[in-house]
């Protein structure tokens, strides 16, 4: 059997006992999975000591395939390997190595062996295609690991909390829950269905029933839970769900905060930039006024929800989200199958402003505004730069590398989609992170073209980071 060697090294800002127990707690090998990849954790047996074990399921279109994977050569501090036990490699054995470089930096190095399926005929058809995807694969997972040590090291000398959190296994949510407990922190989820042990707490919003016994004592509550505002057409019904979801579930949880002895310190609460409605031209930070439309109306509505936890002490963080740009879901992902083929371009005008954010980003407002105190009350989690249709729709198009020369006609948007359609695809807002700014939040995709080129996994060669180098095993 002929073997490769692929090699991914970087320098990453922190210790390398940091970056050890980054790779050692629960949660890595979600934040290490790129959002583009449809890869599903089915099961983990031990941590990453030898003998801990992995299954996953690695999707391919229509198709998946289970991986299992087994560690070895475990190095307490230092490193260990992954082995494939079965899957879809001849031959796969990763070697994950921590390396001190001085006293605050280290040296992350990923060195796989591996064999192609097929012999010879494997490596002429999947030898090009699996080197690239290699370095898609582990330019993203440098990256991640970076930034995540380098926001958490922020706040090294504080304690770790316990944080709840409502809507964990949503498009936001399962990305925040990994960086959480990477980082050390406990995290306790609130579930419809019965608790699977004290990691999970009971509420059922609808019947406005949450278990408040087991938020005693938590130090943050985050509230990501909410109806799919973007899933059809807004029925009477479906805007009452929507609107229930959002501000019945909100009030729950503030009201049960509230009456609790021992509180937590803060509730992040998700809104969104449609609190500002359609307004052109005119730049919006938080001290702007609400706008007019379904979407105001329900942000308004939602925020104010919150009141009896404000009212009772707890520090209050109001979270207006511009478009999160992720391939697993959202707006980018309903974009992505007729631009990938070419179908692209404008809606509307194209004139309207998107404000947007990268999920990595989200990640990190969604941690500044746990830890620092400054953050109260409305903050637009939006990148610095927001953009027209018009200019979105062909950065996509070119970081595809394909033509974004079908426009879709106003009229075709409103016979199509309803009022859903006209608030969503057709009004815009220039909204600025003007809190964010001024508490000195670090973006890590301010523009774009960068930003988009990171979630889809096409990042510029020229802007460095991992080193890279394919090699046959003598």
């Not at 934040?31 to 996953?56: A, F, K, M, N």
């Not at 699977?196 to 938590?218: C, F, K, N, S, T």
């Not at 979270?319 to 879901?329: E, F, K, N, W, Y």
């Not at 947007?356 to 980003?361: A, F, L, M, T």
Request: proline share 8%.
């Amino acid at each position: 059997m002929k073997l490769s060697r692929f090699i991914a090294r970087s320098s990453i800002p922190a210790p390398a006992p940091s970056l050890y127990d980054w790779h050692a707690r629960p949660g890595a090998l979600e934040r290490l999975t790129p959002p583009w990849d449809r890869v599903e954790v089915l099961e983990r047996r031990g941590g990453i000591e030898d003998g801990g074990r992995v299954s996953l399921r690695v999707k391919a279109g229509p198709f998946g395939r289970r991986w299992e994977a087994v560690h070895r050569d475990h190095e307490p501090g230092r490193g260990f390997r992954d082995e494939q036990q079965s899957g879809p490699f001849a031959h796969w054995s990763h070697l994950h190595r921590f390396e001190p470089d001085g006293a605050e930096r280290s040296l992350l190095r990923d060195e796989i062996e591996y064999a192609l399926p097929l012999g010879v005929l494997g490596r002429i058809v999947g030898g090009g295609w699996t080197r690239r995807k290699l370095e898609r694969l582990f330019t993203h997972r440098h990256a991640v690991t970076a930034a995540d040590l380098a926001r958490q090291r922020r706040y090294a000398e504080a304690p770790r909390l316990t944080v709840a959190i409502a809507g964990a296994g949503g498009l936001v949510g399962s990305s925040f829950v990994p960086f959480l407990t990477t980082a050390g922190h406990a995290v306790r989820r609130l579930v419809r269905r019965p608790p699977r042990g004290p990691h999970e707490i009971h509420w059922d919003p609808a019947a406005g029933r949450v278990d408040g016994a087991a938020l005693e004592g938590v130090d943050a509550l985050v509230n990501l839970a909410g109806e799919n505002i973007g899933a059809g057409r807004w029925t009477a019904d479906r805007k009452r769900r929507i609107v229930d979801s959002r501000v019945d579930g909100t009030r729950l949880l503030a009201e049960t905060l509230a009456a609790l002895r021992d509180p937590p310190r803060v509730l992040v609460n998700a809104s969104a930039v449609g609190f500002y409605g359609d307004r052109g031209e005119e730049e919006l930070d938080e001290a702007s006024r609400p706008g007019e439309g379904f979407l105001a109306e329900l942000c308004r509505d939602w925020e104010a929800a919150t009141e009896p936890a404000a009212a009772a002490g707890i520090r209050v963080v109001l979270l207006r989200t511009g478009i999160v740009l992720t391939p697993a879901g959202g707006a980018l992902a309903k974009m992505l199958p007729p631009f990938r083929i070419g179908l692209g371009g404008r809606v509307g005008s194209g004139r309207q402003l998107m404000s947007w954010i990268s999920i990595e980003d989200l990640v990190g407002v969604l941690h500044a505004a746990l830890r620092e105190p400054r953050l109260s009350g409305p903050v637009n989690a939006v990148a610095p730069e927001p953009v027209t249709n018009r200019a979105f729709t062909r950065t996509l198009a070119r970081v595809l590398r394909r033509p974004a020369v079908f426009p879709v006609p106003a009229a075709v948007v409103g016979l199509a989609f309803g009022e859903m359609g006209r608030e969503l695809l057709l009004a815009g807002a220039r909204v600025v992170p003007r809190r964010l700014q001024e508490a000195g939040f670090s973006f890590l995709h301010p523009e774009l073209e960068a930003a988009l080129s990171f979630v889809l996994g096409r990042p510029d060669p020229a802007r460095g980071g991992a080193r890279f180098e394919h090699a046959s095993v003598p």
